[in-house]
């Protein structure tokens, strides 16, 4: 049976529309955010298309010690918390450990578990216990079966606000691969949302950065949909070549509209 859940007078699951979580990587500037948030969002209100708007406050995992991480929590929360003032949008942002959740869950409406801890229990735990959603990145080290049990931690709370994004699976060195089959095996636990830039990113492939290939994003993120997925994750940029994170893997904002249309279409035939 599929999963659903509100928040934010959006559904997601349950055969409800199409959610989109998109925004730049990582917040680059005091402005861009806010700048990014309105124009994913006149996109998003033209299409009809619930909408979520993500940005990191620090890329705690980057490849290297010198690459661009972010402005940090409280310069970073404070951001995303006047993107959230001016434009009304719900925010997802990502978080590194326990300390933070509790900061993160005054302006975040779904707090975001990074895939390489989508096991840690304490995690899962304490995000849950705030009673946000609760959206867990997928690991890639994990089968999609195996996201039952991060599933069941975080629901040991009691909140039922959880779902599940795909990002692929470590496929050899420096790549990964996305098993659609996953997708609807993970929605017996919880709404699945597919992460379509991430999946095609090629982690550490430049050495001491990570490569990517966006027009592979627009083909899975194609492809995840026709499988019946509750939820499209984005990275967007207006410029992705001068982007401070994650450039190679995300979707330019010129192209949004004309992918999230065929998107759209997709969904409904499958519907």
Not at 12 to 19: K, Q
Request: proline letters at 5%.
């Amino acid at each position: 049976m599929d999963k659903s859940f509100d928040f934010n007078g959006i559904t997601l699951g349950g055969g409800a529309p199409l959610v989109l979580l998109a925004g730049p990587c990582v917040i680059e500037s005091p402005e861009h955010p806010l700048k990014m948030a309105r124009a994913i969002s006149e996109i998003t209100m033209r299409l009809g298309i619930p909408y979520v708007f993500k940005a990191s406050y620090d890329k705690a995992n980057r490849s290297s010690v010198t690459n661009f991480r972010g402005p940090g929590l409280k310069d970073g929360l404070a951001i995303l918390k006047s993107v959230k003032d001016e434009t009304g949008l719900p925010i997802v942002t990502d978080f590194h450990g326990v300390e933070e959740i509790a900061a993160v869950a005054e302006v975040a409406d779904i707090l975001q578990v990074p895939a390489f801890l989508s096991r840690q229990t304490d995690i899962l735990v304490e995000a849950a216990k705030t009673n946000k959603v609760v959206n867990i990145k997928k690991g890639q080290f994990l089968a999609p079966w195996d996201m039952k049990n991060a599933v069941a931690k975080a629901a040991s709370t009691g909140n039922d606000k959880i779902c599940i994004t795909e990002r692929g699976a470590s496929f050899g060195y420096n790549n990964l691969v996305s098993d659609m089959r996953g997708l609807p095996l993970m929605r017996d636990f919880a709404p699945v949302i597919f992460d379509a830039t991430h999946s095609a990113q090629l982690p550490g492939g430049q050495g001491s950065c990570s490569g990517g290939d966006s027009a592979m994003a627009e083909v899975l993120a194609r492809a995840a949909v026709a499988a019946g997925i509750d939820g499209i994750f984005l990275e967007v940029h207006d410029d992705p070549a001068s982007a401070l994170c994650d450039g190679p893997n995300m979707i330019a904002l010129d192209r949004l509209e004309g992918l999230l249309t065929t998107l759209l279409k997709i969904n409904d035939a499958v519907k």
